[in-house]
């Protein structure tokens, strides 16, 4: 019947850390530093070594993501699917609540009547909650790029980004939007390159909440 | 301001298939055939090649994943996101819809009672459907584990599954759970290795259905 062996669930994700951690060491990656569970739980949700040279973290920002947490600051992403997927019991246990705006039919509409994405009305609408948030955007190259505008115009002075996590996937556009916030100087954590996803978003966020305490 | 360039929300997917298809053909891979679509779909929400290398189709599991679709089978799946992920709507359109038992407080409750792990528990609450059903498993090797035992036992003669999709992603146990399936003669898609998630498993389950029409 095959070789599968019996692990204890809590034990199966010490020990997958255990292997991504001796792989990562073998390729003379840093393994150690406070970026690096990130990387290692990004790489826990795809098996996919690329990010540890894709993903890019500016100065500080999983400090700042970590400090902001802790003080209770809200998640907005992009789809339901990491909306799903955040733990959303470790992050109220610190106060926060995750939106997702992609299914409100005001959004629908201002998108419809404007000609523009329901990513990029998401942001607005993000931004008028006036709440410290990480916006952790897995899908719409539209949602980072309408970022940036209000960015650049000044539109988020009075309650900026905590942090942005970039990490859309595909082929259009997509490449673009995260080289937008890169050049940034709002604290980011981004996927260079066509990869990411839902599931990335979420890992990025589920790393920085367990390690304040998983419930 | 970037690169960006203006594209029609409907326009991205299409012009992303034309990319995938045309690095598809540079790599010599099949881009036509009846598997080529549900690739294409895994590629775009992953931007990760290696799944043309991966992804293992039981001969006519696509035609009858299709076929049961169409005549209004359900999906089990064991993670939330891969439930959010799926388009319930298309899903809904044919008679179908989406189960996942993972949060549900039996399972958990039968799951430390019986020292199992929740997945295989749902993956009996599945059974006791009694329904056609696709079993799309994008995170526990162990409903593949429980799936194959049950197959082995002859507890799902009465009600075989249509298909199972095999793309847990991970560390431990995760690559034999995944050769369990291919063993047997239930149809199956699975990604071999260790790559996979519950984004993959909905790529699957969407390319299902967006060939029998798009709401």
Known sequence: MGEIEFVKPMDIERRSFAIITQLLEEQGRETEGVN??????????????????????????????????REGCDIVTDTQMAR??????ALQRLGGSVHCFMSDPDVAELARERGVTRAAVCMEKAAALQRPCIYAIGNAPTA????????????LDSCPPVLIIGVPVGFVNVVESKELILETRVPHIV???????????????????YQLGRP
Chains 1, 2 share one sequence.
């Open 191 to 209: 996927a260079r390159g066509r990869k990411g996803g839902s599931n990335v978003a979420a890992a990025i966020c589920n790393a920085l909440l």
């Open 84 to 89: 799903a997927g955040i733990n959303k019991a």
């Open 36 to 69: 690096a569970p990130v990387l290692k739980r990004v790489i826990h949700t795809t098996a996919d070594f690329d990010y540890a040279e894709n993903l890019v973290f500016s100065p500080g920002a999983v400090e700042t993501g970590l400090a902001a947490l």
């Open 144 to 155: 980072l790029l309408r970022l940036r505008e209000m960015l650049d115009a000044g539109e």
